[in-house]
């Protein structure tokens, strides 16, 4: 289990405070909240450093318990940089860079994985091509697999279905459920699409103001619910396949 608390963060305007979450072996969370919430700086929070793009001050008042940052992957900006000439198997096999010794070649253990991951979210026939041509979701799902590939004990993924086709998002709830299947590997996952976050995640934690509100069973969510968080009348439904709720906007006079 990874236990996480922030006590206030930044220091001199607290975004984010009084935050705590504790994360079980095998467990898939999923943040949800409306816009400025700080769902994306609780993730930066939690990986262990901030976006340089928000100018914020390095933090002081964030503690992580049992985290390990080596042992982290993440979707987050920061910690994906790339080059738009390098082809997609180059970029993803980067990822893997920490494993192997400085000046040497990659294991064959890593071009493996780089091939079973890039052939499970259906980009197996795009590892030749430059990061500069891939369409937008082509991209996104390279960042996707970039993360996956290092295996790592906890997974961060930042507004994980954003850009996504409907492939892309069908492979990534499948990866995963089959990520965390062992009980070993866990992810934390966020998303304006409470659909997909409802269908994918154990349980979700709400955000508002910059502070976790309330943690739900996905299956106990309500209209009224909805309603409090994002203001908006909604209808809930169950999936048919898989029993999950769905969310229908109404239309808005």
Request: charged fraction near 20%.
């Amino acid at each position: 289990m990874i236990k996480v608390n922030i006590e206030s963060f930044p220091a001199n305007n607290s975004l984010i405070k009084n935050i705590n979450i504790s994360i079980n072996d095998g467990e898939i969370i999923g943040i949800a909240g409306p816009p400025e919430s700080c769902k994306s700086l609780l993730l930066s929070c939690i990986y262990g450093k901030l976006s340089a793009e928000q100018n914020l001050p390095f933090w002081k008042r964030v503690s992580s318990n049992n985290i390990n940052r080596d042992l982290i992957a993440s979707t987050l900006s920061q910690s994906n940089p790339y080059n738009t000439n390098d082809t997609l198997w180059q970029y993803l096999l980067s990822s893997l860079n920490f494993k192997k010794k400085l000046f040497s070649p990659h294991l064959k253990e890593s071009k493996d994985t780089v091939i079973s991951y890039s052939d499970r979210f259906n980009m197996s026939h795009l590892l030749n091509r430059k990061l500069s041509v891939l369409t937008d979701s082509q991209m996104k799902l390279a960042k996707i697999i970039f993360t996956f590939v290092r295996e790592a004990e906890l997974m961060l993924l930042d507004n994980a279905f954003t850009s996504l086709d409907l492939n892309g998002v069908q492979c990534l709830q499948r990866e995963i459920k089959r990520y965390t299947a062992t009980g070993k590997r866990s992810v934390v996952l966020s998303d304006h699409d409470l659909t997909y976050l409802f269908h994918t995640a154990d349980s979700v934690y709400f955000m508002h103001n910059g502070t976790i509100s309330e943690h739900i069973d996905p299956n106990d969510i309500t209209a009224d619910i909805i309603r409090k968080y994002f203001g908006v009348e909604v209808l809930i439904s169950r999936n048919i396949y898989s029993g999950r709720p769905q969310v229908h906007l109404f239309p808005r006079n």
